[in-house]
């Protein structure tokens, strides 16, 4: 029967694929004008995303299995899912790159993923730490500091859409932009979002 430790073991596992993916979609942020760096860089995004979905499935497989598991199994299923969540967008956010033939890419854009990896590096933490239950403090503190993360998103999606409808005058250009940023700050929501989850599971076990 798995031990406690496979289940955390997972857990680390998923958190390493989802900043690998944000370090990925940062790189390809900053490197987008170089084709085919860009091609590289999307195509390790989907193996990232693949390998993500089998971790969550085998994770998922493993708590069904399981007699007894260190978490709810429901905890264990919707954790997962949210951590996995967060790399299924940054995929959408590739393939919405290239889907809408973007002239270029403003460094808000790059802001605002820094601050989705600053977050992604936060929750990883966080979940690292979920193997002992005397962290509970610091896994909660970890959390707060991705609520913060955040809301410093939002503060520079609010000032990329201000400079963006200010200056920009191609309506495409707008449009397209107007989405990126939107699927960009989504990241950090996502982030947050499980930061959630983990706070219900820590408070329910500390």
């Not at 998923?14 to 900043?19: I, P, S």
């Not at 890419?105 to 977050?119: H, K």
């Amino acid at each position: 029967m798995p031990g406690a430790g496979q289940f955390f073991e997972y857990f680390d596992k998923l958190a390493d694929q989802l900043v690998e993916a944000h370090r990925v979609l940062v790189e390809l942020l900053k490197r987008f004008d170089d084709l085919s760096a860009r091609k590289r860089l999307i195509a390790r995004v989907d193996e990232i995303e693949k390998s993500a979905d089998k971790t969550t499935l085998d994770t998922i497989a493993m708590a069904q299995k399981t007699f007894v598991t260190p978490i709810d199994r429901d905890h264990i299923h919707t954790l997962v899912n949210g951590l996995d969540d967060v790399v299924d967008l940054i995929q959408d956010v590739a393939e919405a790159l290239v889907l809408y033939d973007l002239q270029g890419v403003p460094r808000e854009a790059v802001q605002l993923a820094e601050l989705g990896m600053m977050s992604a590096e936060r929750l990883r933490h966080a979940v690292n730490l979920m193997a002992n239950w005397n962290n509970a403090r610091s896994i909660l503190q970890t959390c707060e500091e991705i609520d913060r993360l955040e809301s410093d998103a939002d503060r520079v999606m609010r000032s990329a859409m201000s400079k963006l409808f200010r200056d920009e005058e191609d309506v495409k250009q707008v449009l397209k932009l107007k989405a990126i940023y939107e699927l960009l700050e989504e990241l950090t929501d996502k982030c947050k979002d499980a930061a959630k989850i983990i706070e219900v599971v820590v408070l329910d076990h500390a």
